[in-house]
């Protein structure tokens, strides 16, 4: 199996303060992997800098693919702009053509439930719209590697069923997933490697079960961390 991304001697920092040091992550192609980790612990540091939005301070990190990124709420939106320019700039950005993004619009805005929002400004969009939107055109645009930072709880929670529907689908396929989330019982679901970071650091590294029971055992919350959404 080929590799998709590799990190090596990773380490970042930000006005004096160490947000990751020392990490070394491999992921082969078609691999489905979560972080895991108490907020500050630089889970999305870490998803920044492998989307090239955040510079590590030293270290390397080589990424193979068409990469797609879902990050905090309404990150790549233009406020000022419509709904249907920001889809434009962001199949654009994602390396689509104009032609490519044409057959993939309507898709994005049936999928996010917004027709009749396209042509308002993001500015008059509830939170809720705004995260249907960035979910829809991150995963409809056929990514070789998707980046999901904490955005698997967007909308009301019949979108969020149909989001995850759409997430188990991709993970059938062969993508690779690198995703931050809270929802522990999804990430025993969908993924097949689960990363722990605690402090910056890489604290363990193997299958789903394995790492949610020693994070949920260490946080000393056990089962009741599937009902919790922040934990």
């Known amino acids: 199996m080929s590799t998709t991304l590799t990190i090596s001697g990773l380490d970042a920092a930000f006005a004096a303060r160490t947000l990751f040091r020392g990490l070394d992550l491999v992921l082969a192609d078609g691999s489905v992997t979560a972080v895991v980790g108490p907020n500050g612990a630089g889970k999305s540091t870490l ?31 233009n406020r000022k702009l419509t709904g249907r320019q920001n889809v434009v700039l962001g199949g654009l950005a994602a390396g689509l053509t104009r032609d490519e993004l044409q057959e993939k619009y309507d898709e994005i805005v ?10 308002m400004p993001m500015r008059t969009y509830s939170s809720g719209m705004y995260g ?11 990514p070789e590697i998707l980046i999901i930072d904490e955005a698997l709880s967007v909308g009301d929670a019949r979108f969020r ?17 690198l995703l931050v989330s809270h929802a522990l019982g999804s990430i025993k679901e969908l993924c097949d490697s689960s990363i722990w970071m605690h402090n910056g650091e890489l604290r363990m590294w193997d299958d789903p079960d394995t790492v949610v029971d020693a994070y949920t055992e260490f946080l000393e919350v056990g089962e009741d961390a599937f009902t919790m959404e922040d934990v």
């Open 47 to 77: 998803m920044r800098t492998v989307a090239g939005i955040l510079p590590p301070t030293s270290g390397r990190v080589e990424v193979h693919g068409r990469v797609s990124t879902l990050l905090a709420l309404g990150v790549g939106f």
């Open 161 to 177: 069923k149909k989001s995850f529907h759409k997430m188990r689908a991709l993970c059938g396929e062969n993508r690779t997933i």
């Open 110 to 119: 049936a999928f996010a439930e917004l027709e009749e929002f396209m042509d």
């Open 132 to 142: 249907r939107l960035a979910f829809a055109v991150a995963v409809t645009m056929e």
